[in-house]
Structure formats: structure tokens, C-alpha cells
């Protein structure tokens, strides 16, 4: 099996890819670490959505953990997730502590995905 090479994109060029409104590192608690963001998004809105993420990260990776043990499917290491909703998506990579939130219709959603998941 290949080694992923990890490629890390900093916060202030998450935040160019178009259709990105806002890149942020989060830790495992939903504490806000840092975040960069385009007009119209608050610190307050991204500090609510780095809390959900890591609730939601972390379930992914218990998931992936049980199912890796109980299937003969390889569900680890985590790379990403993502969710989909009204006119916004939003991906989560890496370590599982960064992310973005991006307008669904015009991001690559599979460049972004490539980047946060470390396999572009």
C-alpha cells in the first residue's frame, strides 16, 4: 500500500480557492484556533461551526474506527469529510481540525477535498 503525501494549504489560501467564504483550524474540543474569512462572516458564526465540526469529526472517527474493526473495510486513517446543505458545503480535513466553508455551486468541491484530504 502507498504512503499519502500530506499537503498542507495555509488558511489565507483556502480562502482564495473560489467559492471558499471562510478557511479555519478548530481543536478537538470546538475551541476556534484561528480562522480567515471573506465580508460577511463573523468570528461568532465560525466559533458556532468549529464547535459542530469537531463534534462531528469526532464521530466520524469513532465510526471509522468501529467499522475498520468489525468489516474487513479499511475505514482509517481519517482524511476528510464533508456536508452538503442549501446552498453551502462545507469540508473538513487533515487531522480532522480544519476546514471550509464554501458556496456549493461555485467551489471545486474535489480540488478542496484533494487539499484538506492531503491527496492532491
Not at 462531528?56 to 473495510?73: C, E, G, N, W, Y
Not at 486513517?77 to 446543505?85: K, N
Amino acid at each position: 500500500m502507498g504512503t499519502m503525501t500530506v499537503v498542507t494549504a495555509s488558511l489565507d489560501e483556502l480562502c482564495q480557492i473560489d467559492g471558499v467564504v471562510c478557511a479555519f483550524e478548530f481543536d478537538a474540543d470546538g475551541r476556534l484556533v484561528d480562522f480567515k474569512a471573506r465580508a460577511g462572516i463573523s468570528r461568532d458564526v465560525v466559533e458556532l461551526g468549529a464547535e459542530y465540526c469537531a463534534t462531528i469529526t469526532s464521530v466520524f472517527k469513532t465510526l471509522a474506527d468501529s467499522a475498520t474493526r468489525l468489516t474487513p473495510m479499511g475505514w482509517t486513517p481519517f482524511h476528510a469529510w464533508c456536508y452538503t446543505g442549501g446552498e453551502y458545503t462545507c469540508v473538513i480535513g487533515g487531522d480532522g481540525y480544519r476546514g471550509v466553508f464554501c458556496e456549493t455551486s461555485r467551489c471545486d468541491l474535489n480540488k478542496v477535498h484533494g487539499i484538506l484530504s492531503g491527496t492532491r
